[in-house]
T-cell receptor, first 115, second 118 residues
């Protein structure tokens, strides 16, 4: 069965530090990958997605992610975090079952950015 | 995306009562997903519906939980005889159909309904 692993559960960084959040997936089919962000008390917002083509994907707010097929990874990066990036980040893989598509999520990484 | 409307945002129920959570998809979207987020866990898929049809309910608990998406009106997730373990955030998402590329290859989430069972 498909699964998504996010190894960092809680990350604390100072402003301007660089960020890398790990995401590994287990899925045998064609892979479509996503990163979502959830600010406290809010809905999930799409940061970026990978469907095909260039494995380095750029998203909103300066985030990017790299799809490395050989490592089954889709790590999220940002060169310099801001206090406003404090949120929970979820990696997800799109699964096609023939009759439906759905997202399978990782357990999330809580990012805390300190001033 | 603010286009997916969920209500209530917060709901408190006593053990044994029923909880009803509603979701109105984005305009033009006919497919709805429900996810549950338990404390310290990620989002778990529950059910995928289109109007008047359940497409995939593989994530729904076998008892007490049901979902519908009638021809008219919002999708409703119903939890009967709630227990403390049902306390969670319930998120709805919508898409225009089976083909996600019709929506830019993603689905859009509502702001969630937080259920607290006391």
């Amino acid at each position: 069965a498909q699964s998504v692993s996010q190894h960092n559960h809680h990350v604390i960084l100072s402003e301007a530090a660089s960020l890398e959040l790990g995401c590994n997936y287990s899925y045998g089919g064609t892979v479509n990958l996503f990163w979502y962000v959830q600010y406290p008390g809010q809905h999930l917002q799409l940061l970026l997605k990978y469907f095909s083509g260039d494995p380095l994907v750029k998203g909103i707010k300066g985030f990017e992610a790299e799809f490395i097929k050989s490592k089954f990874s889709f790590n999220l990066r940002k060169p310099s975090v801001q206090w406003s990036d404090t949120a929970e980040y979820f990696c997800a893989v799109k699964v096609d079952t023939g009759t439906a598509s759905k997202l399978t999520f990782g357990t999330g990484t809580r990012l805390q950015v300190t001033l | 995306n603010a286009g997916v409307m969920q209500n209530p945002r917060h709901l408190v129920r006593r053990r044994g009562q029923e909880a009803r959570l509603r979701c109105s998809p984005m305009k033009g979207h006919s497919h709805v997903y429900w996810y549950r987020q338990l404390p310290e866990e990620g989002l778990k898929f529950m059910v995928y519906l289109q109007k008047e049809n359940i497409i995939d309910e593989s994530g729904m608990p076998k008892e007490r939980f049901s979902a519908e998406f009638p021809k008219e009106g919002p999708s409703i997730l119903r939890i009967q005889q709630v227990v403390r373990g049902d306390s969670a955030a319930y998120f709805c998402a919508s898409s225009p159909g089976y083909l996600w590329r019709e929506a830019g290859n993603t689905i859009y989430f509502g702001e969630g309904s937080w259920l607290t069972v006391v």
